[in-house]
């Protein structure tokens, strides 16, 4: 079982920076184990993938944020960071933190309860 905690949500003008955190917690060597990742829902759309982080910390990013998101992770503090940069109005949206393991058939997904970015002047 593991339980995900986000912050840094908020409202921010077009051109500006968020960094979005999310907290780990409840299973021994998270990010050795589970593939962390960034999701965003915006209105009347369906989530998408923002962007993330392998257990060995290879990246990949949703085209329409490479050279503008940064996805990291500190294991000492089990959190995982999204740098948001050169923000859009279309980066609006509610944004997810999700731990992911697949061992043969056995798929665990699990998702902390959201925090919403504005981007708007």
């Known amino acids: 079982q593991v339980h995900l905690v986000e912050s840094g949500g908020g409202l921010v003008q077009p051109g500006g920076s968020l960094t979005l955190s999310c907290a780990a917690s409840?299973?021994?060597?998270?990010?050795?184990?589970?593939?962390m990742g960034w999701y965003r829902q915006a209105p009347g759309k369906q989530r998408e993938l923002v962007a993330t982080?392998?257990?060995?910390?290879?990246?990949n990013y949703a085209d329409s944020v490479k050279g503008r998101f940064t996805i990291s992770r500190d294991s000492a503090k089990n959190t995982v960071y999204l740098q948001m940069n050169s923000l859009k109005p279309e980066d609006t949206g509610v944004y997810s933190c999700n731990a992911h393991k697949t061992f043969l058939l056995n798929i665990e997904d699990y998702w902390g309860q959201g925090t919403q970015v504005t981007v708007s002047s």
């Open positions: 982080t392998t257990t060995r910390a290879v990246t």
């Open positions: 409840g299973s021994m060597n998270i990010f050795n184990v589970y593939r």
